[in-house]
């Protein structure tokens, strides 16, 4: 399966982005899906994931209240709503595939290739 990240860009402080990971080659209907980041010089960050079914979904404390994840399995994708962008928010964000919902990238075997958010303040 290839995964495509799209959708980051520029943005004010307080202004807001929608990312979009769109796979192919494979469903991801059976699969838990993570979004993750990483800023220049820092860990990449555990941002959100969601169950398969998407009736669970799991946070990282950073990003809690202001970013939503959800999914379509019907058009293959995954989204994250990021709403109230802080210049902190600002990194090379990565969708990813699991089999279990969790926090840890070792436990994600499928990557996309990232998209840049920037925030500016």
């Known amino acids: 399966v290839q995964l495509q990240a799209s959708g980051g860009g520029l943005v004010q402080a307080g202004g807001s982005l929608r990312l979009t990971c769109a796979a192919s080659g494979g469903s991801l209907s059976r699969y838990t899906m993570g979004w993750f980041r990483q800023a220049p010089g820092k860990e990449r960050e555990f941002v959100a994931a969601?169950?398969?079914?998407?009736?669970?979904?799991y946070y990282g404390d950073s990003v809690k209240g202001r970013f939503t994840i959800s999914r379509d399995n019907a058009k293959n994708a995954v989204y994250l709503q990021m709403n109230s962008l802080k210049p902190e928010d600002t990194a090379l964000y990565y969708c990813?595939?699991?089999?279990?919902?969790?926090?840890?990238?070792?436990?994600?075997?499928?990557w996309g290739q990232g998209t840049q958010v920037t925030v500016s303040s």
């Open positions: 969601i169950r398969w079914s998407g009736d669970s979904t």
């Open positions: 990813a595939r699991s089999r279990y919902l969790n926090t840890a990238t070792s436990q994600y075997d499928y």
